[in-house]
Structure formats: C-alpha cells, structure tokens
C-alpha cells in the first residue's frame, strides 16, 4: 500500500549554542526502506538530530538529504515524512477519527479517500471500535496506536519515532515492538527510531546508530555492534550487565603480552557472559557478593583491584569471598587503545596466551549474545 | 459513619457557614424580603406593597435605559476584551526580547486601583487641555467633550473598562496557554497545518474551558461596573452612562428609596444567575474539558 522508502543523508549536522553544542559534525546514511535506530544516553543530541531531520529544528551547519534532495532549508511538512512524539501528541479534542485523518484533512484529500483510508488503517491497526472516543478514553496503548495510525495514513515515505514506546509498561512495550518492526516491514517505509533503551534497538532495527555526547560512536548492524564495538563507550553501553573494561596489567602475563605485541598501553574488554571458571588459570576473581537472577547469577568480584561481573549459571553462586579462576576465548577479547579508547586489533592471540601460562575457554560469544537472530 | 464524626464533620465546615450565612444568604435574603415592602421614612414604618414595587419597576423609564445601557456595556466590552486579551497572550507567549516586560505593560492596568485608572483616563478625557484634544489641537480638529455628551458618554466608559480588564484576562490565557503541549502545533504542522489552521483547529478549541470561565467573569464584571462612573461620569449625562448597579447605589444610598433598591437588587440577581447557567449550558456542548 505504501511507496517505498527513501533514503535520507546527513552531511556535517552541526547543532551549537552559545556555550553548548548539542551536535557535532554528524555523517550518517539511513538507507532506504529500513529501520534506522538512533540509539544514546539522554542528553546525546538523538532527539535534536530527529527533530532536525523532520525540520522542527535547524542545523547551525550542514545539510539534510532526502532521496538527493536538499531539504535542510524546507518546512515540515514539504519533506515528506511523519513523526510519532514521545507524548504521541495526540490531539485531545478531537476523535480517534479526527486525529487519524488530521493531516488528510489539513492536505485537503476527498471525503471519499479519507473514509477509505481512516478504514484501512484502522483495520491494521485494530483502532475499529474506538473511532468514535476521544485520546483521554484510550489506554496507553491505544493512544500509541492512534498516533501511529497519524503516522502511517499519509503513506510517507519516511517515518520518525521520538521514543514512542517509552510511556508503555515493560509488557506492553515487548508486544509494541513486535508491531512496530512487523509495521515498518509490511509498509516498506524508511524508519528513523529514537531510543535510549539498547533492546528496543537491538531487537527492531537494521542498523543501530550509537550516540554519544554530541557524536556518532559506531553505526553498524546490531549483532556487529555487540561482537564488533568500536570504542569503550560502545562495549558498555551495549549488552547488559555492561562489559568489563580494565587496564591490560590487571590481567598480569596476560596483559603485558598484549600490551608487548600492541606497543602501546591497552584496555581489556571481557563481556560478563565471556568469563567461565577454569581452574588453572592465574586470572582470579575474588567474589565480593553475587546476584541470583533465575536462570542465570551475576558474580561480583575483583580482579586485581578493578571491578568485574561474571554471569554463572544460577545452580552454581558462588559464595562471597570465593576465589574463581577464570578463562575466556581469545575471539571473545575485546582489545581497545588505552588513551584513544578505540578498539584494536592484535595478531596471534593464541601464541601471546601460551606463552602467558593462560589456558583458552572455548569461544561463547555466539552462543552469550542475548538477542534474538535476525529474521531476514 | 458513628454520631462523633457527624459532630465533627458539622463543626468543620460551621466557620464557613456561619460567614457565608450572615454575609450572603441573609442578606440575599432580606433583600427580596424587603423588595416586597415599602420604604420605611421617618415615623412611617414599611407596609406590606405586594408586587408594587415591581410594578414600578416595569413603568420606570430610567429602568430600561440603564437597562438597553447595560446590554449596550456587555455587548461592547466583553467580546473585544476578550479578543484583545487572546490577541496579547498569544503575542507575549513566543520567547523575545523584553518579554517581560511586554507582559508587564499588558498587565499593569489590572493591577492599578481603579480610581487611579479612571483618573488617568480622566485626564485623557478632558476638554481643551485632555491628552486626546492636545493630540487633535495639532492637527487642527476641535475640542472634543466625549464624557460630556450624551452620545459619547457611555462608549469612552467602555473604552476604559476594555483597556482594564483585557489585560486580567489575558493573564488566564497565558496560563492556559503554557498548558497546552508545544508538541501539538509540532505534529500539526508536519500534517501541512498553517498557523491559522493550527489557531482555530487546535490551540482555539483547547483554550475553550479558559473562554468560558472568562466570558463568564466579564458578564458578571460588566454588571459589577460602578467605579469607574463615579469617577468618569456619574453616571451622566442624563443617566446617558448609567448602568445598573451604578443605578441601584443612587436609587439606595443617595435617595435612600431602599425598598426599590432591593427590588432592583433582585432583578440583577435573577438575571447574572440566568446568564451564568445559561452560558453554561450553551458553553458546555462545545467545551473540551480534560
């Protein structure tokens, strides 16, 4: 039903006041027809480069391109999109109907063609019986859905989405997920999501874009952005519990052998789920308290003096003040310049960890990573 | 609930009765009581007169012109003040420079004492030497009497009265206004809404229950209007300024026919009671409350 999305083109979006700068020099492709999630802690510049794209905001620098159309300098709503608020924006006064066709009335589109599409949207949408009720008669998420019918009737080709799942609860948040992505996918529009939850990121979109303070950190695909992160703050802030991030030397031999074959200082980066008890290993955790989850615990411990959490199976807690040897694969090592914080790659691992008196776990990252395979 | 709380609960609310009793109710009271009575003088004490009164009422010329004045009054001042008061909100609203002080300048008339305001406006007023003649004098016009006649008396009171209490209204449009989500005119405008359409499709229909409550407190103000004439008129010439209440203080208080004061009391009384549930009513189907 929808014409296929278009891509959109960010080039050097600046965004500066007086003593701020919220953005700084952004690049960035969203590619056509697929779900884009511009993923950050608050304060990161994620909603002011959405709002920007939909041009509630201007760029101090830098062009927007959409489909190689220059529309930094075009009102809203000539650029051919739609946008879903936080707080839905829901129009209080006016029926689910009225809110629904707002903008086809506003674009003056026929009776006719309005009812036929109010029809069709509120049949994929479920909203048929509450056409008739105003926003303040509709549960959370119906009103979401509402302003998600807004959103889809004028058939854009590019949807925005300012954290339009945050005001749910948890359960309702997993269904609308679910809905969200299966939406995008049937319609075929270009999606630009915000969020600051990393599962709604990782679970729908084709590529996450992380953000960090005014910057782009990493823009990969999900599964790459958890085995592949691009810098420390991209380790932490995807996966939870966050990965551990210490100096090379806590790990002694170990570490100094990295640090010998990188030739400059390093940071380890061991994701909790990569950790398993191996008994003749020199690296020890000494357990401080754990935290029993169910399925899983999370171990609390030290290694070294530097803080590190390690997930057990919840049959074996260890007790506080346990000493746990502990190994991991070589592949599940995530190396990162000490000063820069960039990830770096080091050759011949295996060697550096025999000589190092370390044994090797077998590799778990595939099998840890806890989000679902992508479905295409 | 056990008797000690029906004790309490009565207790609680006593003080509140007690004044708004002796204060309002009594006194309501009394009035139509009284409006059945002649007025006592001297050694004559009041008689029972039935309807009379209200008969003279009917007949009593100087009735209906403050009356048609009143209506004339309401007609005049309510919708333009509250026009103007939308009008200066909606421009105070945006972030400028000197903002406040815009909102203060708007604002300043209401906070006056109403004395000094019809003073102000007396000197404006005035002829030959008024603001208004200087201004005319430059460009040759003539002096100008507008308190003074008969046909312009009434329309430079509400000239006054709009300059006052547009600036109390706006104050409550303000506030309604910073209630409404910037995120609604966002999202209309990204359907293609114009700032006019934004005005009367969205921000105009949320600010109803603020108009209503508004339009409401006009009505009963311009039916509270007095000050202003003692100062600006005295309610001449010929009665030509003249409203209701300003009427029932010189039929009262400087006649001292207090009989007929009190019968012209209760007909302002019926009619505000009427205009507040009858604005109510017709308000109610087009108001969106939250």
Partial sequence: ?376 | MDRRDWVYGWLLVLPAMVFLGLFTHLPAITTIWNSFFSTPRGRRPKLFVGLENYQRLLDDPVFWKVMVNNLWFALGTIPLSIALALIMALSVQRAFAGRALVRMAYFTPTVLPLIAVANIWLFFYTPGFGLIDQITGVFGLGQSNLLGSPDTALVAVMVVTVWKEAGFFMIFYLAALQTIPPQLSEAAKIEGASAGTVFWRITFPLLMPTTLFVSINAVINSFRMVDHIFVLTGGGPDNASSLLLFYIYETSFRFWDTAYGATLTVVMLALLGLLAIGQFLIFDKKVHYK
């Avoid at chain 1, 979109?205 to 599964?223: C, I, K, T």
Wanted: net charge positive; proline share 7%; with cysteine.
């Fill in chain 1, 1 to 376: 039903m929808n014409k296929p999305g278009l891509p959109i083109t960010l080039r050097g979006i600046t965004k500066a006041w007086p003593g701020a700068v919220a953005l700084d020099d952004v690049h960035l492709t969203m590619p056509a027809g697929q779900f884009s999630a511009i993923l950050g802690p608050s304060g990161c510049g994620k909603s002011t480069l959405l709002r920007m794209i939909a041009g509630l905001e201007t760029p101090s620098h830098g062009k927007i391109f959409i489909d190689d159309r220059d529309v930094t300098a075009l009102p809203a709503d000539q650029r051919g999109l739609s946008f879903v608020f936080q707080s839905y924006a829901l129009f209080p006064h006016l029926s689910v109907a009225e809110n629904i066709v707002f903008g086809l009335r506003t674009r003056r589109v026929a009776r006719a063609e309005r009812t036929q599409r109010l029809a069709e949207v509120a049949q994929l949408l479920g909203l048929g019986p509450y056409l008739d009720r105003k926003p303040a008669q509709l549960s959370g998420g119906q009103q979401q859905r509402v302003a998600l019918g807004r959103a889809i009737i004028a058939k854009r080709a590019i949807c925005l989405m300012d954290e339009p799942l945050s005001n749910l609860d948890a359960k309702l948040r997993q269904t609308m997920r679910g809905e969200l992505r299966a939406l995008q996918q049937q319609l075929g529009f270009t999606m630009v999501y915000v969020t600051h939850d990393q599962v709604e990121a990782i679970t729908m979109a084709d590529q996450v874009v992380l953000m960090n303070a005014g910057r782009v950190e990493q823009v990969a695909a999900p599964d790459v952005l958890y085995l592949k992160p691009q810098t420390v703050f991209a380790a932490r802030f995807i996966g939870t519990p966050a990965m551990n991030i210490l100096p090379a030397a806590a790990l002694g031999a170990l570490g100094q052998g990295l640090e010998q074959a990188a030739g400059r200082g390093l940071a380890v980066g061991l994701r909790p789920e990569a950790l398993v008890q191996l008994p003749q290993s020199p690296v020890v955790l000494s357990c401080t308290h754990a935290e029993y989850l169910g399925a899983d615990a999370l171990a609390h411990g030290h290694i070294g003096g530097h803080p590190v959490v390690m997930r057990v199976a919840g049959a074996d807690m260890p007790r506080p003040g346990a000493q746990l040897p502990l190994g991991f694969a070589p592949q599940d090592l995530h190396l990162f310049d000490f000063a820069t914080e960039h990830r770096t790659e080091v050759a011949g691992l295996s060697g550096i960890f025999l000589r190092a008196g370390m044994p090797t776990a077998k590799p778990t990252g595939a099998v840890a990573s806890p989000f679902k395979p992508k479905d295409d």
